[in-house]
């Protein structure tokens, strides 16, 4: 009888075999950087939307490589690779400013950025050296062991689809931009923010502007302006994180808050900052260059960065025509979001900061007012003088006591720890700011000075205090609609041998952009042909810019300053 015919390897045995002969390491190296991917992904990725746009964006990041290179398994260890960058990058970036990394950080990177990130994180240098002397051998090895070869048009058409599904996606679920200031999702906001850029860079550039106008504006000529009577130094305060927290239910305030809001006339105003908790360089952008950050759009969280060396036109550049010396004294390293560069653009002369001032760390305000004092001194004689004083100690964290041996009789009125804490800080620079008019009365006797101080932004934990009943969610709604309520700070007018001229410009509330018309007009300062315009609007809009007919106005403005040559580049 025949024996029975042999049936051959069973399908086990014949995958354990092509198992053995490709090699476990080889296939680990190709498996292994999909498995990580995976695994971060549920760490960082919070529902279905944001995990479906990560995969999306995995495969556009592997079959980019793929393309490139045909090997799946260096094209997973480098996508894998991109992507813990951007993590890190992006908790790094969270831990300074409050918000993840996106799409158009990658549009901003230039030499101030990477000297400033160097400058604060003197070790990152050699950090990343350190990375490529790993990465480089890593990434030959897998060349090496890599037994797969993929066609290059399989993979572009998969990246292609890949890319179409998370635009598709991206528009029509867009992510709300408070999303941003989430420490999570680092991977898909960073892919779909990047989709939303480049459609508004698109439609518009960079900033918003009138499509065209009838009307012009006369460029100012540096000698044109002669003020009828003298000329004060003008001293304009940035006061970190401060606003009027008894609008908030419940709060105790300590006996006599409240009074260092108050301007020369008795009165408290309203300043309407474009930030919450955070971006101090939108207000910024609003004091100096007397405009609105939410022209921007999704740019603005770089506006300073963009603005620098194209928004030629600001309060420094308008009193520098009528003869002032204008600087400022900055609390961070100058790189900081291109701070240097955009006051200089606005008409700064002088640039001092923190490496300049010799600040160590987070400095009290009186540490800026003795600068000041001494660099004031230091002036042309008889020539006036812009100074812009920006302040930080009342930056958070609140939860950590700040100089404890400063305000040594203070008593907490009884909040939350970090509510009392920062009554504490606000306490500390109202008494520094009232030393410092008395060092200006002694050092400068008989010289006029107009002294205008705002709140640049509410404090971080003001939404939740303002609005105890709302989510996170609906607070970022009503961010995204600038509800006043999360906006509104204070500005104060004060004077030193000097009477502010009466204006009706000087409103009980007005928006940031105002601030530096308010300010001219408060001291007696001619206005050029923008500031004029601005003025118009102004008074037609009840203090209100950007705001005003859905942002019409400031777009008119834009576009008047742009065929001015004002405004260049965007």
Known sequence: MASAPDPGPSATTAVLASVAALGLWRLLAVTAPHVAALALMYETETDFGSRLSFLLAWGILNFSWITLV????????????MVVVL???????????????NFIDLMM???????????????????????????????????????????????????????????????????????????????SKFFRS???????????????????????????LVDACHPASRRPNIIMIHDESSFDIRTADGIKAPPGYGSHFKSWDGKARTFLAESNGGPSWFTEYNVLAGLSSRSFGRFAYFVTRIASGRVERGLPLSLRRCGYETMSLYPAYGGFMGARSFQMTTGVERVFDAKDLGAKDVEPDSFFYDKALRLMGERTPNKPLFAFVYLGANHFPWETRFRPDLLPGWRAPGNEPSIDEYLRRQAMSAEQYKAFLAGLKKTFPGEPFLIVRYGDHQPEFAPGILEPGLDEGAIGKMLDAYDPRLYATYYAIDAINFEPVKSDTVMDTIDGPYLPLVIQEAAGIPLDPSFAEQKEIMLRCKGIFYGCKHGAEARRLNRLLIDAGMIHGL
């Open 194 to 220: 990047g989709v939303t850029a480049v459609s508004d860079f698109v439609q518009y550039g960079f900033m918003e502007a009138a499509a065209s106008t009838d009307e012009r504006l006369i460029i100012p």
């Open 87 to 101: 993590v890190l990058l992006s908790r790094l970036k969270h831990d300074v400013v409050q918000m993840t990394v």
């Open 109 to 187: 990177i230039d030499r101030d950025t990477v000297a400033f990130l160097f400058t604060i994180f003197p070790n990152l240098r050699w950090s990343v050296i350190g990375a490529g002397f790993v990465t480089l051998p890593l990434m030959y090895a897998l060349w090496w062991l890599d037994p797969f070869r993929i066609r290059r048009l399989p993979a572009l058409a998969s990246m292609l689809a890949c890319l179409a599904g998370l635009v598709f996606y991206s528009v029509y679920h867009p992510d709300e931009a408070w999303r941003g200031y989430y420490d999570d999702g680092y991977l």
């Open 70 to 81: 045909r090997r799946p398994a260096l094209s997973g260890a480098l996508s894998l690779t």
